[in-house]
């Protein structure tokens, strides 16, 4: 059974960081491209970052400079460290894998994480 898990979600204040983590089980995910979307409350489901198998990186304009994505093919993990942090970033966090190489659309997505939430306070 194909598992993907969040962790490393929390509060933080206006500028802080955090380190959002998320494990694949089940199978490989070596050839996959793994990203992070997010969705705040009452709003769609947002691209944030992703890195394909190749690790070549692709960010949202508001991740651009403060957030930065990395794999470990051998762990089958993404990680998606967050910097700057600011109240538009509230949301809850998910981790998704698909075999297309680049791709920002949910829709692509075949795996899903069940999300981890993101609180920046001001």
């Known amino acids: 059974q194909v598992q993907m898990v969040e962790s490393g979600g929390g509060s933080v204040q206006t500028g802080g960081s955090l380190r959002l983590s998320c494990a694949a089980s089940g199978r490989s995910f070596s050839r996959y491209t793994l990203g992070w979307f997010r969705q705040a409350p009452g709003k769609d489901r947002e691209f944030v970052a992703a890195?394909?198998?190749?690790?070549?990186?692709y960010y949202s304009d508001s991740a651009k400079g403060r957030f930065t994505i990395s794999r470990d093919n051998a762990k089958d993990t993404v990680t998606l460290q967050m910097n700057t942090l600011k109240p538009a970033d509230t949301a809850v966090y998910y981790c998704?894998?698909?075999?297309?190489?680049?791709?920002?659309?949910?829709?692509?997505?075949?795996?899903w994480g069940q999300g981890t939430q993101v609180t920046v306070s001001s």
């Open positions: 890195i394909s198998a190749s690790g070549i990186t």
């Open positions: 998704a894998a698909t075999k297309e190489v680049s791709t920002m659309s949910p829709q692509s997505y075949d795996y």
